[in-house]
């Protein structure tokens, strides 16, 4: 599975953004998409996961809220929409996905598909 994510670029505080995330061949065979992002001199770290089947979602403490995680079976893509963008929310947002039957979605090891990172940067 190749991940693709786009949709990212400058935002003032405040404002909204929507991240997309395609699969090559679909996500058929996938339990659940997630997205991760990564400021600069940080850990990568968990923001929101949807599962394939079904619509279970979770989302980190500090976007609940903010932003909503989705999908649309029928072009197979993952979204990512970003309310109320704040300056901390700057980072590179990278969409992984995984076929694991796993819990620990908030963990970036259990993803074997990575998407390239799309950078968000919002200004104050």
């Known amino acids: 599975v190749q991940l693709q994510a786009s949709g990212g670029g400058l935002a003032q505080a405040g404002e909204s953004m929507r991240l997309s995330c395609t699969a090559s061949?679909?996500?058929?065979?996938?339990?659940?998409i997630s997205w991760f992002r990564q400021a600069p001199g940080k850990e990568r770290e968990f923001v929101s996961a949807?599962?394939?089947?079904?619509?279970?979602?979770m989302y980190a403490e500090s976007v609940k809220g903010r932003f909503t995680i989705s999908k649309r079976s029928d072009d197979n893509t993952a979204h990512l929409q970003l309310n109320s963008l704040k300056p901390e929310d700057t980072a590179v947002y990278y969409c992984?996905?995984?076929?694991?039957?796993?819990?620990?979605?908030?963990?970036?090891?259990?993803?074997?598909?990575w998407g390239q990172g799309t950078l968000v940067t919002v200004s104050s």
């Open positions: 061949g679909g996500f058929s065979d996938i339990y659940v």
């Open positions: 992984a996905a995984t076929r694991r039957i796993s819990t620990i979605w908030y963990s970036r090891y259990e993803y074997e598909f």
């Open positions: 949807v599962t394939w089947i079904g619509t279970t979602t």
